[in-house]
């Protein structure tokens, strides 16, 4: 089986084996693919997949007689928008099955922050849909990818873990009641978000559905338009129960604001090479009405947004949710074993799919000794069982059994994986990142 995946190669940069500020010297995903780089004629597919905690770079090589080597591989990224990132954060590199494995596991949210999250699979959709609009997807990696989301389909509805996901900003909720001592998250109709992207277009989602109408929005500039993807969140819930009521302003203008929203909480997560706010600017915005006495601050930029020197508490930042997420991923690292052996069969099946397709001849061997043992029953049963069966009754069986011939490809097929992953789940256990 390895051989079926052994041109196919993964760079990633993540949480879990790099420091998170390293991801800011990579692209977004829209960058990358705006880029349209032309493929080497050695790669037959390409996929970038940018998340709020990792980068990832599937390739999938021509195979010839000898491998490429990791070294080969960097070089083929000169004039990429990712290139300047190679150079300065050597990536974790896989291959083969390894690779493939990590792509299951990545989509069906086991190598999450928050285990189980669901955002990561709407991600990995995005970028894959943008990757094949440019053609830099090969026909096999779109079967692979195809059956990547059926994997992940199952482990959700099969798993504890497609029951109770958790995400970052659930993680979140939960050290912000950890420090309250009511013990309950304590919102009014009011809330900031630092930034128009990805992570606080989820916030975004989150407080609408915490009830939360009146929005400040603090950009970098506040001329440039507004993400379509944001726009779009602001535009679907003006449509029920009045809507919500967004104000943009830049960071200038916090701190001398007419009106005091008393903000409970402020997440961040906007670009800057330099963190935007410290302890000082903090008390300040507190003093402004801006934010609350008691509010906090999330802090999901990268680099950070706030520089946290100085402060005690109510600020909440990615590193201390990481070690929350350690903790949880202990709780739930049975749910996780529950998914690892509908990933590994899933596996299993693509590649007798891929097997059967590039040996026709093997194929039509098993359907031919179907078809004569199928013709040889039938015979048997004319001569015996069905001696006296009625015209009507024996096109019935026959239509039956003829049903059954179309169905022994995939029976066969089926068992063999069964037989292949028996067995397997203990050492699938000992694969827990």
Same mark, same amino acid.
């Given at each position: 089986?390895?051989r079926?995946?052994?041109? &196919? ?24 693919? +705006? ?17 709020? =905690?990792?980068v ?22 000169? @004039? ?15 291959? @083969?099955?390894d ?25 990995? #959709? ?16 779109? *079967?692979? &990818?195809?059956?990547?989301f059926?994997? /992940?389909? #199952?482990?959700?509805? /099969?798993?504890?873990?497609? /029951? ?45 559905? #915490? ?29 029920t ?10 960071? +200038?203008?916090?701190?001398?604001l007419?009106?005091?929203?008393e ?28 934010? *609350? ?7 999901? @930029?990268?680099?950070? =947004? ?12 990615? =590193? ?6 350690? &903790?949880? #991923?202990?709780?739930?690292?049975m ?15 693509f ?12 194929v ?9 043992? *199928?013709?040889?029953?039938?015979e048997?049963?004319?001569?015996g ?10 096109? &019935?069986?026959? +239509? ?17 994986v069964?037989?292949?992953t ?12």
């Amino acid at each position: 089986m390895e051989r079926a995946f052994q041109e &196919i190669h993964l760079l990633t940069w993540n949480y879990a084996d790099h420091d998170l500020a390293c991801l800011s010297d990579f692209p977004d995903a829209k960058t990358f693919y +705006d880029h349209k780089w032309p493929l080497p004629e050695e790669f037959t597919s390409l996929l970038y997949v940018a998340t709020c =905690n990792r980068v990832e770079v599937y390739i999938q090589t021509d195979h010839r007689e000898k491998a490429i080597t990791f070294d080969e591989l960097l070089n083929y990224f000169h @004039g990429m928008p990712i290139y300047e990132g190679l150079k300065k954060h050597t990536p974790v590199y896989k291959r @083969g099955l390894d690779s493939v494995r990590h792509l299951f596991q990545m989509a069906s949210g086991l190598k999450s922050m928050a285990l189980g999250e669901t955002q990561i699979t709407g991600q990995l #959709k995005r970028d894959y849909a943008a990757a094949t609009e440019i053609g830099y997807i090969s026909s096999f990696f779109h *079967s692979l &990818i195809q059956k990547v989301f059926e994997a /992940q389909k #199952k482990i959700r509805t /099969q798993t504890k873990i497609g /029951q109770n996901p958790i995400s970052l900003l659930s993680l979140l909720e939960r050290e912000i009641i950890a420090e309250t001592p009511s013990g309950k998250l304590e919102l009014t109709d009011n809330a900031a978000i630092g930034g128009t992207g990805d992570m606080c277009q989820k916030a975004l989602r989150y407080l609408i559905n #915490k009830d939360v109408h009146n929005f400040w929005i603090v950009r970098n500039d506040t001329t440039a338009s507004v993400p379509a993807a944001f726009q779009a969140i602001i535009d679907k819930k003006a449509q029920t129960n009045g809507g919500i009521r967004v104000t943009y302003l830049n960071w +200038d203008e916090l701190y001398n604001l007419t009106e005091k929203p008393e903000c409970p909480i402020f997440i961040t997560s906007t670009s800057s090479e330099e963190p935007i706010l410290d302890a000082a600017k903090i008390v300040k915005l507190r003093e402004a009405g801006f934010l *609350s006495k008691e509010g906090f601050i999330a802090d999901f @930029g990268i680099p950070p =947004n706030v520089n946290s020197k100085g402060i005690e508490n109510k600020v909440i930042n990615l =590193n201390r949710l990481l070690k929350q997420s350690k &903790i949880n #991923k202990k709780l739930r690292g049975m749910h996780y074993r529950e998914a690892l052996p509908i990933i590994e069969k899933s596996i299993h099946i693509f590649w007798m799919d891929h097997l059967y397709s590039k040996n026709p001849d093997m194929v039509n061997s098993v359907l031919k000794n179907v078809e004569k043992e *199928s013709r040889e029953e039938w015979e048997g049963l004319l001569a015996g069982p069905l001696k006296n069966a009625t015209e009507k009754q024996k096109r &019935i069986l026959l +239509d039956f059994m003829k049903k059954q011939e179309r169905r022994a490809l995939r029976t066969h097929k089926e068992l063999f994986v069964d037989m292949l992953t028996v067995g397997e789940e203990e050492t699938l256990a000992g694969m827990v990142h």
